[in-house]
């Protein structure tokens, strides 16, 4: 299979002098496209770094962060923000969905990020929003939904550029297993059906089981990877 | 995103907190509606001084006195000239109006473009009389070719050897008739002094009324011949270097000479010792006065419109504070900091629009709510004055500077917001 991101000898610190933490030593890591990947640890262990490096959100300090072998970081930002725009997808503990918007608002951000219009919009919003089952709520504020609904809208907003990859911050972290449940399946179908590759950041053991790979971080450091 | 999805966008957020926005909106509107409303009582005034200015007299001549000699100095009195008359009086600047004679006439004359000189003598006669009863009046000649707003008939012919005045709208009842039309062509009497003592009277025909100006008292003109007959009566019994002598000449030029030719003349008019004025001179120095006190009327409108920028910045910084997690979002999908930067001085802008267009309309309102009661209470007396006018121009600019102020105003906390790192951002809540 092909490689989609490869992270080379990652380095990430933050703070000086007595404050000096190490946050990433020496990461390598080689995903392949349609993947399912857990990267688990311990709060403070790094994980959440090591996904906003190879989410470009974050430039390490030394070493490389390649995306089907380029180095965005390289690149003029404006192609930076298109490959985030156009190839990765985000999902979040928090949802992050904006409260005073519609959930269809909410799932078409992506594409008017992306200069898309409005007729367009709607009809692609609609798709994606029947795919996670939440037709009925499109024109209902976000306020009014259930946790679940919520993280299905976030995934809904995350599907409608057709990513490659989708990162996932701990998905069900604030989810009652029954709804957990539910969210995982979802993702992982997306893995199955569609081949999006998925990086999920958990420290959910059952979670990190389901998916092909584990990679266990300690310290900045892997100690850990499972296949 | 696209320039329409940022303005949608940045509206949906100003309307997200209604009253901070309304409380933004209102400091905007006040500095907008004082720079309007001043802005707007001058050019009413102005315009109106314009029409005025034309009852005034002819444009196309120039009033030419000797330039004031001081008559005195900080090193003492000034060298005795015996060919130099003084008139009587004098003021505390050190000037004394000095007198011309027929000699300062013909030198005048010869100057390129001027067409005609005429030396201008004060004519103060008793009484005019028109069916019965006699009045004072305040009497011109006619120089040049009458600009006069007429209500009926024409203004004075000089080339007329009959004797004609044109008088303003507000004698007609006193001298007897009922309306402007019913006096045009009749008969009134103006009686005379002279300086010995007799009283002369010289009938004339009335060849016109005009509107009465509101700069200037209520005059009225004759034309070249009724003035020099009533000058004969006056000066009788004069000694003939009185009679002769005279302050002011006007002289004519024609009305399509250019801005520069007028100049010439006006500089050669100083370099012999006079200086001349047109009517548009005396017009500019009233409105340099008036701009002034305009300008330090807007200043007013300025400090209000500099309080309300701070308004602006001090909203959109707890606007970026508040969002902070959508700007971190927005970044992660993919929204350049560019557009970031833009979607917060939108926001910025329209805040400078909404204010700025609601000042100016309640301006307009102000304006017109104040031109009706003016009409009709103090300015009743000044027909045609509209006190506060908004021209299209003006409510532009001011529409425009404003969106411009926020504009610069909103930079700070959209810089702000455009530098914020989306981790740090998303970490937020």
Known sequence: MNSIIKAEKVNKSYGKGENYFSALKDINLDIKASQTIAIVGKSGSGKSTLMHILAFLDQPDKGQVLYEGIDYHQLKSRKLDELRNKKYGFVFQQFFLNPHQTVLENVVLPLKIANIGRGQRKKRGLEVLASVNLLEKANSKTINLSGGQKQRVAIARALINDPEVIFADEPTGNLDSVTGKTIEDLLFSLNKEKGITLIIVTHDEDLAKRCMRQISITDGKIVGSQS | ?429
Request: no cysteine; net charge positive; charged share 10%.
């Open chain 2, 1 to 429: 995103m696209r320039y329409s999805d940022l303005i949608l966008s940045a509206s949906a957020n100003l309307l997200r907190s209604k009253a901070r926005t309304l409380l933004t909106i209102i400091a905007i509107f006040i500095g907008a509606m004082t720079i309007t409303l001043t802005n707007g009582i001058g050019t009413g005034v102005k315009t109106y001084l314009n029409q005025q200015i034309g009852n005034l007299g002819a444009t196309n001549v120039l009033t030419i006195n000797l330039s004031p000699k001081k008559t005195s100095n900080g090193s003492g009195p000034a060298q005795y000239n015996p060919n130099q008359q003084v008139s009587l009086g004098g003021d505390h600047f050190g000037g004394s109006q000095l007198l011309m004679n027929n000699s300062d006439l013909s030198k005048i004359s010869e100057i390129p473009n001027i067409t005609s000189v005429i030396a201008v003598h004060p004519i103060a006669p008793d009484y005019i009389m028109g069916t019965s009863g006699k009045y004072r009046l305040t009497l011109l000649e006619q120089f040049g070719n009458s600009t006069a707003d007429m209500l009926a008939g024409k203004g004075v012919d000089n080339n007329s050897t009959g004797y004609q005045i044109s008088i303003p709208n507000t004698y007609v009842s006193a001298l007897g008739y009922q309306s402007s039309q019913a006096i045009l062509n009749k008969t009134v009497t103006i009686g005379i002094r002279s300086a010995n003592g007799n009283l002369g009277t010289v009938q004339a025909l009335v060849s016109g009324v005009q509107q009465q100006a509101v700069i200037g008292s209520a005059t009225v003109y004759a034309n070249t011949s009724l003035a020099s007959e009533l000058y004969t009566i006056q000066s009788q019994g004069l000694p003939p270097a009185t009679a002769n002598s005279f302050s002011t000449i006007e002289a004519t030029f024609p009305s399509n000479l250019s801005a520069s030719k007028l100049q010439a003349i006006k500089n050669q008019l100083s370099a012999e010792g006079y200086s001349g004025q047109t009517i548009k001179d005396k017009e500019n120095t009233i409105f340099t006065a008036l701009t002034a006190v305009i300008v330090v009327l807007d200043m007013f409108g300025v400090i209000a419109l500099i309080a309300a920028s701070f308004g602006i910045i001090n909203t959109l910084y707890m606007s970026v504070q508040e969002r902070t997690m959508e700007i971190g979002l927005m970044k992660a999908l993919g929204m350049s900091s560019r557009k970031i930067f833009n979607l917060f001085s939108i926001e910025a802008v329209l805040i400078g629009f909404w204010g700025s267009i609601l000042g100016v309309l309640g301006a307009m309102l102000i304006g017109n709510v104040a031109n009706t009661i003016a009409n009709h209470t103090i300015l009743k007396s000044f027909p045609g004055l509209t006190l506060v006018t908004f021209p299209l121009t003006t409510v532009a600019i001011v529409v425009i500077g404003i969106m411009l102020i926020a504009f610069i105003a909103g930079t700070m906390p959209a810089l702000k917001a455009s530098r914020k790192d989306p981790i740090e951002a998303l970490r937020y809540e």
